[in-house]
């Protein structure tokens, strides 16, 4: 994606949706955590392409990016795109 591309997706997501604090307690925790894991995978696809766009900056030394695709391949495998 380029710049241009990754701001437009940035600008037309909600993120006031993810802004908002959920009550924590033990009641309904389980139902709280697949509410907070749609949550949490809304969000990262609004991040994504940031992240993708960080690793092909060849400036940053693989160091860094290594923890950046670990974090990516995780969250795609969780959070189907």
Same mark, same amino acid.
């Given at each position: 994606?380029?710049?241009?591309?990754?701001?437009?997706?940035?600008?037309?997501?909600? +993120?006031?949706?993810?802004?908002?604090?959920?009550?924590?307690?033990?009641?309904?925790?389980? $139902?709280? *955590? &697949?509410?907070? +894991?749609?949550?949490?995978?809304?969000?990262?696809?609004?991040?994504?392409?940031?992240?993708? $766009?960080? *690793? &092909?900056?060849? +400036?940053?030394?693989?160091?860094?990016?290594?923890?950046?695709?670990?974090?990516?391949?995780?969250?795609?495998?969780?959070?189907?795109?």
């Amino acid at each position: 994606m380029t710049y241009e591309q990754i701001e437009a997706h940035v600008i037309s997501a909600n +993120l006031e949706q993810f802004e908002k604090p959920q009550a924590t307690g033990t009641e309904g925790a389980q $139902a709280d *955590l &697949a509410g907070q +894991l749609q949550k949490v995978c809304g969000i990262y696809k609004v991040v994504r392409p940031i992240l993708k $766009a960080v *690793l &092909a900056i060849p +400036l940053i030394p693989e160091v860094i990016k290594k923890p950046i695709r670990t974090f990516v391949t995780v969250m795609d495998s969780i959070c189907p795109q």
